[in-house]
């Protein structure tokens, strides 16, 4: 891949412009038409490296309670696991990791829905007929942030930023924002041209409320998403650490300042999972993760931790907010 393409997906995840004429605003930014910079991003998308740009939303911002779960499945069970898990809608990831709890899967359940999380991951258990499983919800997050480092010149640590977000009530028009901006843009001159016509809206309204999603912390932010194994980061591991309760802010604050830390939480323990501090790690090899890792834990002085590596990806799609395939999958069940 040129150098010139991986600066664009690099500025991609990063900053990605909500105006009229986006393509346009980054193409001066890297000399090129706005013509061309479409035509790349179109290859790039076609080689399955760009997933999708789209708005990224907080989940629990919008009211969904969710948590990150895991099972202990047999061999024998995984397909028929992976089906009745990758069912649900709420379901937005789901991979396959070398532990012995072998299928890990995020779970999110509707404002509003009948069910509560507990009782989902149990009706999901049964069906794949699991062994053990447990909920991992979020009790603090140090960071949420992927951004695949395509040029190579991105430094290993970064300094995180705390962000005050304000309150605001979703009106009717935000919803129908929302459901719009989660949907993958069309590579055109103006990308955002059939929203604003389907909403009847001008376009300074919908950047203006964009931005107020944003400033409360709705909209994570506008930006691409790559299929890491296609753009070169084929070792992607699920890193967990046993960090005293006393230093557990502390230290999961030091693990999300490393750059190839694209996510970092702080979790509930139980008796049969002692791993508190969830941080992911990206890299090109397996080699080059295990060097991030170790020097994670030699500046954290962690010495009880393990790495869980996916070896296959069962699903990867980002939930569909406000959609009715969430009542319909609970009516099976109540």
């Known amino acids: 891949m040129?150098?010139?393409?991986?600066?664009?997906?690099?500025?991609?995840?990063?900053?990605?412009?909500?105006?009229?004429?986006?393509?346009?605003?980054?193409?001066?930014?890297f000399n090129i038409d706005e013509d061309e910079l479409i035509l790349r991003i179109k290859e790039l998308k076609k080689a399955n490296i760009?997933?999708?740009?789209?708005?990224?939303?907080d989940t629990k911002r919008l009211g969904y309670?969710?948590?990150?779960?895991?099972?202990?499945?047999k061999p024998k069970d995984i397909e028929v696991a992976v089906k009745a898990i990758n069912a649900h809608p709420g379901v937005s990831h789901n991979y396959l990791r070398e532990h012995e709890f072998?299928?890990?899967?995020?779970?999110a359940i509707t404002p509003d829905s009948k069910l509560s999380l507990e009782e989902t991951v149990n009706i999901l258990k049964n069906q794949s007929n699991a062994q053990e499983s447990i909920i991992l919800p979020t009790l603090k997050m140090f960071k949420i942030s992927v951004k695949m480092d395509t040029t190579g010149k991105v430094a290993k640590k970064e300094k995180l930023k705390k962000r005050d977000f304000k309150d605001i009530k979703l009106t009717p028009l935000d919803?129908?924002?929302?459901?719009?901006l989660q949907k993958d843009i069309p590579l055109k001159i103006e990308p955002f041209k059939d929203i604003v016509e389907r909403l009847n809206i001008t376009y300074q309204e919908l950047f203006n409320r964009a931005?107020?999603?944003?400033?409360?912390?709705?909209?994570?932010?506008?930006?691409?998403?790559?299929n890491h194994r296609k753009a070169g980061f084929n070792a992607n591991a699920m890193s967990v650490w046993e960090a005293p309760e006393e230093r557990a802010e502390e230290l999961g604050k030091l693990l999300a300042s490393f750059s190839a830390v694209s996510h970092c939480y702080l979790r509930p323990?139980?008796?049969?999972?002692?791993?508190n501090l969830f941080a992911m790690v990206h890299a090109k090899t397996e080699e080059e993760s295990?060097?991030?890792?170790?020097?994670?834990a030699k500046e954290t002085s962690l010495t009880n931790y393990t790495k869980l590596y996916s070896t296959k990806e069962f699903k990867k799609q980002r939930i569909i907010y406000f959609s009715s395939e969430f009542k319909r999958w609970e009516e099976q069940f109540i």
Not at 211 to 225: D, S, V
């Open 2 to 29: 040129s150098d010139l393409n991986n600066e664009i997906l690099y500025k991609m995840q990063t900053a990605f412009p909500l105006n009229q004429r986006p393509f346009l605003t980054l193409s001066k930014e």
């Open 65 to 73: 309670k969710s948590s990150l779960v895991a099972f202990k499945v």
């Open 269 to 275: 323990t139980y008796p049969n999972w002692k791993y």
């Open 175 to 180: 919803i129908e924002i929302i459901k719009e």
């Open 50 to 57: 760009i997933r999708q740009t789209s708005a990224i939303f």
């Open 290 to 296: 295990d060097a991030i890792i170790e020097e994670m």
């Open 211 to 226: 931005k107020e999603l944003q400033e409360a912390g709705i909209m994570r932010r506008f930006a691409t998403i790559l």
């Open 102 to 107: 072998n299928i890990w899967f995020t779970l």
